[in-house]
């Protein structure tokens, strides 16, 4: 019989290479229950990383409602015309009322009648000086335009910060322009303008400036002054002065965002629990019979123990928070909108901060034992030992794989040598064959 393998052709040859197929087939039995072990080994590291995403987002819903109980107020004011109020994070809530009595204006100069008439503020300037005088309230202040241009004039006070606005304004007429340099104090009050070169002063003041006063509920008796519209009315609380007049101002914390905040926690935190009971039971995924869906579960659980010394809310419950049968999440909504509405500052205080105490941290520090970037976590340390796993499989078995082949390459010229010879004893017993045969029949003749 002949072989695609062995060069010989004998009888054998078949018989050869079955020899060759069972050998290497028994020795490849433990390369098998190898890679069946490492489909295993994947299995269980992508439903660890399903369960890391879950908890994943599920610390992100928890961040969220962090950075919610530390936001700022939200400003409501009774005449929205009055000012423009911001609150920064940390603010505590309040009722105010602000009074705007006076918006205050600006000092103002023009550059001096009977000057160089500019037409081309690109080209032409009040000035052919290299170094011009700014002086700010007394205090003198030398600047170096382009010799030239009026529009230089203006960006290189602007660039000395001096606190005086400089800009370039037509007071002529469109067929006939009039270019002026035009100066405006950069804060309110009585600020004294005036611009100079070595033929004397190039500037009028036309308007000093005054203050803007204001009283915060009605004091002091003669009015805060203030050489900005934007003041400060409360810690962390900043009022932009718009127009004459008085605001209420109520500073509160926004509950429809927190409500909002704590939803997602609960849609993230019943994601991990139904991704959880997918590897419990008989019929359970990669994880069923590890500890790990276990201590996962507990840690969902312990969640929701925190408990505080509050006499108005004291644990989870009393914000609409509670686990049913099956270990999901619920929340009532409206008996957290009725808790806040009530107790806010109570709400605020229970919640507490991640950092800070209270009901959060408490919640980090548990999520911590699953998922702990530092190490420790359950979850954490069970993807990190899987990937190690999953390493020492592959090399294994890429070891194993050279075995065999070492093994059935040798056999394969082992046989290939026994076919050739066997082979060749065949071809010289059918000559000797053939020689018996041609001498018998001649013998016979």
């Known amino acids: 019989m002949s072989s695609t393998i062995f060069s010989g052709n004998s009888r054998y040859a078949s018989d050869f290479q079955s020899i060759i197929d069972r050998s290497v ?11 069946e072990q490492r489909s295993n080994t994947a299995s269980e590291q992508t439903a660890i990383s399903s369960l890391s995403t879950k908890f994943s987002a599920l ?51 023009l550059s001096k009648d009977g000057l160089t008439t500019i ?41 000395k910060g ?53 009283k915060v509920n009605g004091f002091p008796a003669t009015a805060v002054e203030s050489n900005s519209r934007k003041v400060t009315i409360a810690p962390g609380v900043t009022a932009e002065l718009v127009a004459v007049g008085s605001t209420d101002i109520s500073l509160a914390m926004d509950g429809t965002k927190l409500q909002d905040y ?31 869906p276990t201590e996962l579960g507990a840690a969902l659980r312990q ?49 507490g901060g991640e950092s800070s105490g209270g009901f959060l941290q408490s919640m980090k520090s548990t999520l911590d034992t699953v998922d702990g970037l530092s190490g420790g976590g359950v979850l954490t340390d069970a993807s990190t030992q899987v990937a190690k796993t999953l390493a020492t499989e592959d090399n294994q078995i890429a070891e194993m794989q050279t075995r065999i082949d070492v093994m059935s390459t040798n056999l394969k010229e082992r046989m290939s040598a026994a076919d050739a010879a066997i082979a060749l004893l065949e071809q010289q017993v059918t000559l000797i064959t053939g020689l018996f045969d041609a001498n018998n029949s001649s013998s016979s003749n």
């Open 119 to 159: 037409t081309d503020p690109t080209a032409q300037s009040i000035t052919a000086d290299t170094v011009v005088t700014l002086t700010v309230n007394g205090v003198p202040m030398e600047i170096l335009p382009p010799v030239g241009s009026l529009n230089a004039l203006a960006q290189a006070i602007n660039e």
């Open 262 to 292: 704590i939803s997602a926690f609960v849609t993230a935190f019943n994601a991990a629990a139904t991704e959880i009971d997918t590897h419990r039971g008989e019929a359970g995924g990669a994880l069923s019979g590890q500890s790990l």
């Open 303 to 351: 969640l929701m123990k925190y408990e505080s010394s509050g006499s108005v809310i004291s644990n989870p419950a009393d914000l609409g928070l509670s686990l049913d049968k099956q270990g999901q999440l619920q929340f009532d909504t409206s008996t957290f909108a009725t808790a806040f509405a009530d107790h806010p500052d109570v709400v605020r205080s229970f919640m």
């Open 162 to 214: 001096a606190g005086v606005q400089a800009s370039v304004v037509n007071i002529g007429s469109p067929t006939a322009p009039d270019y002026r340099l035009a100066l405006r104090s950069s804060d309110l009050g009585a600020v004294t303008i005036d611009l100079s070169d070595s033929t004397g002063s190039l500037a009028t003041q036309y308007a000093t400036g005054t203050n803007a006063q204001y």
């Open 59 to 109: 610390r992100t819903a928890l961040d969220n409602i962090d950075s919610s109980t530390t936001a700022a107020p939200t400003a409501t004011l009774s005449e929205s015309s009055v000012a423009r109020v911001t609150a920064a994070s940390g603010s505590l809530p309040a009722e105010m009322n602000l009074e705007v009595i006076n918006l205050g204006s600006y000092s103002t100069a």
């Open 25 to 35: 087939a028994i020795a490849s039995l433990p390369l098998t229950q190898l890679q």
